[in-house]
């Protein structure tokens, strides 16, 4: 055969024997596998991406009348109802005997499960066909990782039960994760409010089966019922009020006094605010955010990376940091009900980060340029309240402040 001279014809190509395969389920999974290859290169919005180039192919190939050709145009168009002209696809008259049960699913059972602190959460769903003749019980399993805000990972295969088993195995033998019975709506539409995320990203997560099986996972949540009202994109930002109430709650709770944060000096109060205050920033930084979730992921992201990007601090300030998120990261995870193993385990985690945090503090090689260059104002003993001092100080410094060699 010769080499094929259009993406389109490349596709026909590679589903050459698509009539020979044994379930619907066996080529809805081909079918975005070989959708998956646009998904993967598209720079931006690959739903959308995918969505165009279904309807390119389906243009493209109606004239042919080969079993492969409609079988797989038929296959495209249940993955990706929603392209233009999918609607008026049907299969051939020499499409296989499953053809008919392409995308006619249903739910069978759905769960979610994931890690204490909520760092993530694994939705898991299970579908049948509508007839025995579209293949077997299947599974979708779709990762949401709530410190990236995206749908990491996703999977669709089987045998549907012992990946169920599996994973409900895994949760009962390990005391740091849950599984439980999940929504159908809400899975719908926390899963696909983070996949949109992911579909916009400019470089998708390594390894996983997110690309090769994401046509089929959209085709497998439109099958869910839909949420009574669209989930949240975005949390609120905490009030003035709101943080000070939070704050004073803190100070009030045995895990303030145990840090000995009910009781500071008169000088140091500053710094106490500061770093709470700095606590509720970085909470507020995430997608999903939540001034009480902190694991011992987030505590190093915190202490190894975002503070020393984010934040100048001094001697006083560096020296408290630490305390006030152990005490914090104690006082919420109380607030969030968790095992007791799973507090200790952050704070344990937060006391052997101590030693980079100051080394990070005294080398300032993870500041960012605008923090490096107001910890050398300060440095400097430059008043930023001072116009005068503050115009003279950067005309004097543009060397540091600029890429201008001049």
């Given at each position: 055969m010769a080499t094929p001279q259009t993406p389109y014809e490349a596709v026909l190509h590679a589903?050459?024997?698509?009539?020979r395969l044994d379930s619907a389920l066996d080529a809805e999974m081909l079918g975005a596998a070989l959708l998956g290859s646009v998904y993967a290169v598209a720079e931006t919005d690959r739903e959308n991406a995918v969505r165009e180039f279904v309807a390119g192919f389906l243009t493209a190939t109606s004239r042919r009348r080969s079993a492969a050709a409609t079988t797989i145009r038929a296959v495209f168009a249940a993955l990706v109802?929603?392209?233009?002209?999918?609607?008026r696809v049907r299969p051939g008259a020499y499409a296989p005997a499953w053809a008919g049960q392409l995308g006619r699913v249903h739910l069978t059972g759905a769960w979610s499960y994931g890690d204490v602190y909520g760092d993530q959460t694994s939705y898991l769903a299970t579908f049948a066909y509508d007839d025995d003749e579209g293949g077997p019980e299947h599974a979708l399993v779709a990762?949401?990782?709530h410190n990236i805000g995206i749908t990491k990972d996703v999977f669709v295969g089987g045998p549907a039960a012992r990946i169920v088993e599996q994973a409900r195995e895994i949760c009962t033998e390990d005391e740091f994760t849950w599984f439980r019975t999940e929504d159908p709506a809400r899975m719908r539409a926390e899963v696909g409010r983070h996949l949109a995320v992911t579909d916009d990203l400019g470089e998708l997560p390594a390894q996983g089966s997110?690309?090769?099986?994401?046509a089929l996972v959209g085709a497998r949540l439109a099958a869910l019922p839909g949420p009574a009202r669209p989930a949240a994109a975005d949390v609120p930002p905490l009030t003035d009020e709101v943080r000070s109430r939070l704050i004073r709650a803190f100070l009030g709770s045995p895990e303030a006094v145990r840090f000995g944060l009910d009781r500071v000096a008169d000088g140091e109060l500053a710094s106490l605010h500061f770093c709470l205050g700095l606590l509720l920033d970085h909470a507020a930084s995430f997608p999903d955010a939540d001034p009480m979730r902190w694991s011992p992921t987030v505590a190093e992201l915190f202490l190894l990376d975002w503070v020393h990007r984010r934040a100048v601090l001094d001697m006083d300030d560096a020296a408290m940091l630490p305390r006030?998120?152990?005490?914090w990261a104690a006082y919420a995870a109380r607030q969030r009900g968790l095992p007791p193993a799973a507090a200790t385990r952050t704070d344990e985690a937060i006391a052997e980060m101590v030693p980079e945090f100051a080394r990070l503090y005294s080398t300032g090689e993870r500041r960012s340029p605008a923090t490096a260059a107001v910890a050398q104002l300060m440095a400097d003993g430059v008043?930023?309240?001072?116009?005068?001092?503050?115009?003279a100080w950067i005309e004097a410094n543009r060397h540091?402040?600029?890429?201008?060699?001049?």
């Open positions: 589903a050459r024997d698509v009539t109802p929603d392209a233009e002209g999918a609607a990762l949401v990782d997110l690309a090769t099986d994401r006030v998120l152990r005490g008043d930023p309240d001072d116009p005068v001092a503050l115009d540091r402040l600029t890429d201008d060699p001049a």
